[in-house]
C-alpha cells in the first residue's frame, strides 16, 4: 500500500512538473512570437520610405485652392470661409499627404521631364501643425503610382495616391458638402404641390378627423388609420383620392436627393444660368417637425444640362443650387399623368 502511494506521489510529482514546464515553454514561445513581430514592425518602420514625417497638416493648397485647418470649424476655405465645405474630403487629403511614404526612392534615375516632373503635372503645398511646410511636385503615372519629387531636391519616388481625382476638381462647388432633404421622410407630410407652367397637382391629406378602418388592426390590436387624401389637378374642385397607389408614386417620385452643388450664393445672374427665372416645376411640401410643428419645403427645378444629363434645384432653405438627375424629373413629371381615381382592386398605400 506504501508503495503505491508512493508511486501516486511520484506520478502527480512528475505531472506538476511536466505542467509547469508547458506553462513556460509557452510564455517563452509568447514572449519570442511578440518580440519578432516587435522586430518585424520597427523593421520595416526602419525600411520605410518617407517623403515627409508630418504627423498631422494645418494646411494644404493645390490647384489655385487652399485649405486652412481650424479647431473650431474643421477645414476651411481660404478664399471663403463661409463655403459649405466637406470637411472629410480635405482631411482625407490631409491624411494622405501627412506622412507621405513611397514604394522606391530612385537612384540615378533618368531626367526630371521623363518623369513629368519638369512641369509637374500638380503641386500641392503642405504646411504642418509645428509650422514647417513641404511643395510636392508630382508627376506622370506609371503602374499605378506616381512619381514625385519635394520642390528643394531633385530625388525621385513613386507614390502610390488613391486621391488623385480630388486634386484633379476644377471647380470649388466640386468640395462642397452635400445636403440632404431625404431626412424629410422620417416626418408626417400632410400636403403635396407640383406646379409647372399652367398645371398643377395638389394633394392634401385630411387632417379634421380621425377615421379609422372597420377591418383592420395593426400588431398591437389597434385600429388603423385610414388616412384620407383630396386631389386637385389644375386649380379644380378637389376629391378624394382612391388610387393609393398613384398616391405612393408621388411620394416616391418628391423623393429627392441632390447629385452635387452647382453654384453657392449665387446672384441673379446665376439664378438665371441655371433657369430658376422660368423654373420646369415647383414643388412645395407640407409635413410636420420633430416638435409637430407645420412646415413647408419648397423645391424649385431649372434647366436641363445636356451635358452632365442633370437639373438645377434649389430649396428654399438653402443658398445653395445642387443638381439632380433628370430620370428623377423625369419621375416627377409622370405625377401629371396619374388618375388618382382607382379600380376597387388597388390595393398599394400610401406610407406615412
Known amino acids: 500500500m506504501k508503495k503505491q502511494i508512493r508511486v501516486i506521489v511520484i506520478l502527480a510529482a512528475v505531472l506538476a512538473v511536466l505542467v509547469a514546464g508547458n506553462i513556460i515553454i509557452k510564455k517563452v514561445s509568447n514572449f519570442s512570437s511578440e518580440k519578432r513581430?516587435?522586430?518585424?514592425?520597427?523593421e520595416s518602420i526602419a525600411n520605410t520610405i518617407f517623403v515627409n514625417d508630418f504627423e498631422t497638416l494645418s494646411s494644404i493648397s493645390f490647384g489655385g485652392f487652399s485649405f486652412s485647418f481650424d479647431e473650431d470649424a474643421g477645414w476651411v476655405y481660404d478664399e471663403d470661409a463661409s463655403f459649405p465645405l466637406?470637411?472629410?474630403i480635405i482631411q482625407t487629403l490631409a491624411d494622405e499627404f501627412a506622412g507621405l511614404t513611397a514604394s522606391r526612392k530612385i537612384e540615378d534615375g533618368d531626367t526630371l521631364e521623363s518623369y513629368g516632373l519638369e512641369e509637374?503635372?500638380?503641386t500641392?503645398?503642405?504646411?504642418?501643425?509645428?509650422?514647417?511646410g513641404q511643395t510636392i511636385y508630382i508627376g506622370s503615372s506609371y503602374?499605378?503610382?506616381?512619381y514625385v519629387k519635394d520642390a528643394g531636391d531633385d530625388t525621385v519616388y513613386t507614390c502610390s495616391?488613391?486621391?488623385?481625382?480630388?486634386?484633379?476638381?476644377?471647380?470649388?462647388?466640386?468640395?462642397?458638402?452635400?445636403?440632404?432633404v431625404n431626412t424629410l421622410w422620417n416626418s408626417t407630410y400632410?400636403?403635396?404641390?407640383?406646379?409647372?407652367?399652367?398645371?398643377?397637382?395638389?394633394?392634401?391629406r385630411d387632417r379634421s378627423v380621425d377615421v379609422f378602418s372597420e377591418d383592420e388592426t395593426d400588431e398591437n390590436g389597434d385600429a388603423v388609420p385610414n388616412v384620407v387624401w383630396d386631389v386637385s389637378l389644375d386649380g379644380g374642385e378637389a376629391y378624394d383620392v382612391t388610387g393609393t397607389q398613384d398616391l405612393s408614386d408621388v411620394r416616391n417620385a418628391l423623393d429627392v436627393a441632390y447629385d452635387g452643388c452647382l453654384a453657392y450664393n449665387p446672384d441673379d445672374d446665376t439664378y438665371a444660368e441655371y433657369g430658376f427665372d422660368e423654373p420646369e416645376y415647383v414643388i412645395t411640401i407640407g409635413y410636420t417637425d420633430e416638435d409637430d410643428k407645420d412646415c413647408e419645403l419648397v423645391l424649385t427645378i431649372g434647366a436641363y444640362d445636356e451635358e452632365t444629363e442633370t437639373y438645377s434645384i434649389m430649396s428654399g432653405q438653402s443658398d445653395i443650387i445642387y443638381s439632380i438627375s433628370s430620370s428623377k424629373v423625369t419621375a416627377i413629371s409622370d405625377c401629371f399623368d396619374y388618375d388618382f381615381i382607382a379600380d376597387e382592386e388597388d390595393t398599394g398605400s400610401l406610407a406615412e
Not at 161 to 180: H, P, Q, R, W, Y
Open 124 to 132: 500641392v503645398e503642405l504646411k504642418s501643425a509645428d509650422g514647417s
Open 143 to 146: 503602374n499605378g503610382e506616381y
Open 190 to 204: 400632410y400636403s403635396f404641390l407640383i406646379e409647372s407652367g399652367d398645371s398643377s397637382i395638389l394633394l392634401t
Open 161 to 180: 495616391l488613391a486621391n488623385m481625382d480630388t486634386l484633379d476638381c476644377g471647380k470649388i462647388e466640386e468640395f462642397a458638402l452635400v445636403e440632404s
Open 120 to 122: 509637374p503635372a500638380y
Open 86 to 88: 466637406d470637411s472629410d
Open 37 to 42: 513581430e516587435r522586430e518585424s514592425e520597427e
